[in-house]
């Protein structure tokens, strides 16, 4: 029976978190930590969602007042 260590992305589950950390490794299979300020999209990275946001526009805009 598997212990508590499971993928963060499929439902395998692993004796180890090391072995569950490999498997991850292995498939790429972290999950996304970043998201897109204005769509659902998220990414592995800061930089990868970065450079998302400013292929695509998606920055969310700052209305500052003025004074």
């Known amino acids: 029976m598997y212990d508590d260590?499971?993928?963060?992305?499929?439902?395998?589950?692993f004796r180890?978190?090391?072995a569950a950390n490999q498997h991850m490794d292995d498939?790429?299979?972290w999950e996304p930590q970043f998201e897109c300020e204005?769509?659902?999209?998220?990414?592995?990275?800061?930089?990868a969602a970065n450079q998302?946001?400013?292929?695509v526009?998606?920055?969310?805009?700052h209305h500052w007042p003025r004074l």
């Not at 204005?38 to 930089?47: G, L």
């Not at 998302?52 to 292929?55: C, D, W």
């Open 57 to 61: 526009n998606h920055h969310k805009q």
């Open 16 to 18: 180890t978190q090391p």
């Open 38 to 47: 204005t769509c659902d999209k998220r990414f592995r990275t800061q930089p």
């Open 27 to 29: 498939t790429g299979h």
């Open 5 to 13: 260590y499971e993928c963060e992305t499929c439902d395998k589950r």
């Open 52 to 55: 998302h946001m400013n292929a």
